[in-house]
């Protein structure tokens, strides 16, 4: 699992933003059913891999002509809350560290 990034031209899987180990470790949900420690186990990773993530983002950006990237996933944010949704922990950690704001697009019925 990673969070995907879609282009016009394509979609890229940016693993270095997964939350590997995180979501079904007992130790990452809190015993009040809280993902805060899990949040703050993936922002430790994300802060660990900074640089080798706003580099692999810019190479991304490159690839497709700098164009503006959209960071999506598959789960629902709107369902499971901002609490519980690694796109949005990503969002936050971008927002507090690197001043990118990665606003979240809406509630926007799925066409098929």
Known sequence: MGLFFKFKAGM??????????????????GEDGSWAIGKRMYEDRLNQYSAEILSGLEGIQELYGGRTLVLLCFENVHKLGEDSCHRRW???????VHGIEVPELGNYPLTV
Do not use: D, R
Request: charged share 10%.
């Open 90 to 96: 990503a969002a936050h950690w971008f927002q507090l």
């Open 12 to 29: 890229v899987n940016f693993k270095l933003l997964a939350p590997y180990g995180i979501f079904g470790n007992q130790q990452a949900k």
